[in-house]
């Protein structure tokens, strides 16, 4: 697995959103388990994570989606090596996957690492592209600790905050998955089908 240091785009004197070591080894170990075949990444930035999830699957092929060309122009670039098994697609997520699930396109292995205020929204698409006994992963569900947070949130994070529960609760209460939150990193939910819907 290729060091975060090595990719086009990172800089480690500035703040980027990539995922942290005890998050990466997590998430390793996760689809190392698994060998997803098909495997849907919400998030692409540089492609470090993508990376991640190839490096464990060998045998899996990956779509990934982000919203900034210039980022999707460093994924490529850093995702070149995985030859065809990696697909970066440009564009914005929820319309993304609703071209998805109208081609019928399924996966093994969703991960969610997009806008945050947006998981809730995103989830009853997701559902139906996840096939039985698959996984959505998604990844800061604590928001910085925010979520679980008693008291009064900051205005300017409240509606986030508020629909991160809301994300946490429909997974939690979904007959049609098994969910479980990880106190690791900023909280990682993993939620696996268990009933076709």
């Known amino acids: 697995m290729e060091k975060k240091e090595n990719f086009l785009g990172y800089n ?16 390793f170990q996760l689809c190392f388990e698994r060998q997803p075949k098909n495997i849907l990444e919400i998030g692409t930035y540089i492609g470090y ?14 779509k990934t989606i982000e919203i900034s060309e210039e980022n999707a122009r460093l994924a ?5 090596v995985f030859g065809d098994r990696a697909c970066v ?3 914005d997520a929820k319309d ?24 809730i929204k995103y989830f009853p698409i997701l559902k139906n592209l996840i096939n039985l006994n698959g996984v959505l992963v998604a990844d800061n569900v604590y ?6 947070m008693e008291g009064k949130i900051p205005h300017k994070h409240r509606s986030l905050v508020n629909n991160l529960r809301k994300f946490i ?12 939150i990880f106190d690791i ?13």
């Open 12 to 27: 480690k004197d500035e703040y980027i959103p990539i995922l942290k070591d005890e998050s990466i080894s997590f998430i």
């Open 49 to 62: 994570s993508a990376s991640v999830f190839l490096s464990a699957s060998p045998n899996a092929h990956l």
């Open 96 to 119: 993304v996957i609703k071209d998805l699930e109208n081609n019928n396109e399924k996966f093994d292995f969703i991960f969610l690492d997009g806008p945050k205020g947006q998981y």
């Open 169 to 180: 609760e429909v997974i939690k209460n979904d007959n049609d998955f098994e969910s479980e």
């Open 89 to 91: 697609i440009c564009g």
């Open 143 to 148: 928001f910085h600790g925010m979520v679980k």
């Open 76 to 80: 490529r670039e850093n995702l070149k």
């Open 185 to 197: 990193g900023d909280g990682i939910s993993i939620s696996k089908k268990i009933k076709s819907n």
